[in-house]
């Protein structure tokens, strides 16, 4: 049972991995990155159903409205962002998380004089970004 709710009860399983799975561990800072525009980069991580994005803003960077089929979640690392999302305006700081559902219209901008870092999690793996996690292809060939 878990402290403070009797309801819930902890089962350990013991899991062992085969040989087709793979654990990968990388830092931010040494994965390839992507120049989208002045004042945005990104970086990306996948597992076999989900991507990460990491993005770096800069403030007084061009936004770029857009929508896309996919469920994106959002969390900001760092920094103060805008997001707009539909017709709302959402003001996100450092530990703010925000979904942000397929086909809406959206964009995020930094709403201070500091940088944004905010990951970006979708599901499923966006095709338009698999030329982000390359590397991570080339690993499993090597």
């Not at 993005?55 to 996919?70: D, I, R």
């Amino acid at each position: 049972m878990l402290p403070g709710n009797p309801s819930l009860t902890v089962v350990k399983r013991a899991v062992t991995m085969d040989a087709r799975q793979k654990v990968e561990h990388y830092y931010w800072d040494s994965l390839p990155r992507e120049a989208v525009r002045p004042g945005v980069t990104r970086a990306a991580f996948r597992g076999d159903q989900v991507l990460m994005v990491m993005n770096w803003l800069q403030p007084g960077m061009q936004t770029n409205p857009h929508q896309h089929p996919y469920e994106q979640l959002t969390y900001i690392v760092s920094g103060t962002m805008r997001l707009v999302v539909g017709d709302r305006v959402i003001e996100c700081g450092p530990g703010s998380v925000t979904r942000i559902p397929p086909n809406v219209l959206h964009y995020g901008e930094p709403a201070g004089s500091e940088a944004v870092l905010n990951l970006d999690v979708f599901s499923p793996i966006r095709a338009d970004y698999r030329h982000l996690v390359e590397y991570q292809r080339v690993e499993e060939q090597g």
